[in-house]
């Protein structure tokens, strides 16, 4: 179903909002309570909630062979990242964490090109080595950074390559399902492997009530990052361009950081906000043919 411009703008700075502050609500999440048992509350909130959404949109569950292979394929872009991801929160700030996700995009194009066939543009190429190029100042000049080390940039490069991958594993399987059943079916697939995890981490199991910081911010990942988001994302899918929508991963990180030092106290060293910059630019130029094709239609 259509929707109003403004509707979809709302929606759409909702979105870029919710995905800003989710690296942040899962730092503060892991604070007083194991990182995967953080994570595996989250997959266990959240499978009623989705499920009840289903039910409530009267949506079916496919369960044919390629939906549950779609399924297994999307849930890699949840459980398995997210258990990288999570792990991350020890050595990385919230807003490195956004800025890794941000460049989800430019690995997805590096994964395309080496497995899928994917062809760049040289404009691309440019704007890919730029910001692999300011990942890698980071790494060698903020070491010392006390919100940054090489062990979570690795664990976020595993993180966001299994994110792209699912992505490309998703379309392969191609499952006729619709984007809700997908997001349900992957969420149940990966709450059955969160429950496999658990023997291997139940020595830490919390043995005190977390503060009242991390369930907020659990509850937050569960209900604004696992549902909200989902709805916001979905409808914008149906009524906004995917280059407008791939936009956000410009937008994200920049507010990310800009909410981990407000809120977070994360204040991290020139040179790693140096790399930041090379980053973004090389991010800008790889979206500049959809950054420049929305400048003309804004002008018009």
Same mark, same amino acid.
């Given at each position: 179903?259509?929707?109003?411009?403004?509707?979809?703008?709302?929606?759409?700075?909702?979105?870029?909002?919710?995905?800003?502050?989710?690296?942040?609500?899962?730092?503060?999440?892991?604070?007083?309570?194991?990182?995967?048992?953080?994570?595996?509350?989250?997959?266990?909130?959240?499978?009623?909630?989705?499920?009840?959404?289903?039910?409530?949109?009267?949506?079916?569950?496919?369960?044919?062979?390629?939906?549950?292979?779609?399924?297994?394929?999307?849930?890699?872009?949840?459980?398995?990242?997210?258990?990288?991801?999570?792990?991350?929160?020890?050595?990385?700030?919230?807003?490195?964490?956004?800025?890794?996700?941000?460049?989800?995009?430019?690995?997805?194009?590096?994964?395309?090109?080496?497995?899928?066939?994917?062809?760049?543009?040289?404009?691309?190429?440019?704007?890919?080595?730029?910001?692999?190029?300011?990942?890698?100042?980071?790494?060698?000049?903020?070491?010392?950074?006390?919100?940054?080390?090489?062990?979570?940039? *690795?664990?976020? #490069?595993?993180?966001?390559? &299994?994110?792209?991958?699912? =992505?490309? /594993? +998703?379309?392969?399987?191609?499952? @006729?399902?619709?984007?809700?059943?997908?997001?349900?079916?992957?969420?149940?697939?990966?709450?059955?492997?969160?429950?496999?995890?658990?023997?291997?981490?139940?020595?830490?199991?919390?043995?005190?009530?977390?503060?009242?910081?991390?369930?907020?911010?659990?509850?937050?990942?569960?209900?604004?990052?696992?549902?909200?988001?989902?709805?916001?994302?979905?409808?914008?899918?149906?009524?906004?361009? *995917?280059?407008? #929508?791939?936009?956000?991963? &410009?937008?994200?990180?920049? =507010?990310? /950081? +800009?909410?981990?030092?407000?809120? @977070?106290?994360?204040?991290?060293?020139?040179?790693?906000?140096?790399?930041?910059?090379?980053?973004?630019?090389?991010?800008?130029?790889?979206?500049?043919?959809?950054?420049?094709?929305?400048?003309?239609?804004?002008?018009?």
């Amino acid at each position: 179903m259509a929707i109003s411009k403004q509707n979809a703008i709302f929606t759409y700075i909702i979105l870029v909002f919710i995905w800003a502050s989710t690296p942040l609500a899962i730092v503060w999440s892991v604070e007083s309570m194991p990182a995967l048992w953080s994570m595996v509350f989250r997959f266990l909130l959240a499978l009623p909630l989705t499920f009840f959404i289903l039910w409530l949109f009267k949506s079916p569950l496919p369960l044919h062979r390629q939906a549950w292979l779609s399924y297994l394929a999307g849930s890699c872009s949840l459980i398995v990242s997210q258990t990288f991801t999570y792990m991350a929160t020890a050595y990385l700030s919230s807003g490195i964490i956004a800025l890794m996700f941000g460049l989800a995009p430019i690995i997805a194009g590096l994964i395309g090109v080496l497995w899928f066939s994917l062809r760049l543009s040289a404009v691309q190429w440019l704007g890919m080595c730029i910001a692999l190029l300011g990942l890698g100042s980071i790494c060698l000049f903020a070491q010392q950074s006390m919100h940054f080390s090489l062990y979570g940039i *690795a664990l976020m #490069l595993m993180s966001v390559s &299994v994110y792209c991958l699912s =992505i490309y /594993l +998703v379309k392969k399987v191609n499952a @006729n399902v619709t984007p809700f059943a997908q997001a349900t079916g992957s969420i149940l697939c990966s709450t059955v492997m969160a429950i496999c995890i658990v023997p291997f981490i139940w020595q830490n199991f919390p043995t005190q009530l977390p503060s009242l910081k991390s369930i907020l911010a659990l509850f937050y990942t569960v209900i604004m990052a696992s549902i909200v988001a989902m709805f916001c994302y979905f409808k914008l899918v149906q009524n906004i361009s *995917a280059t407008t #929508l791939s936009l956000t991963t &410009v937008l994200t990180p920049i =507010i990310a /950081l +800009v909410i981990g030092a407000a809120l @977070n106290h994360e204040h991290l060293a020139l040179t790693t906000y140096a790399g930041v910059m090379v980053i973004f630019i090389g991010m800008a130029l790889y979206f500049w043919r959809d950054i420049s094709a929305k400048l003309r239609l804004v002008s018009k």
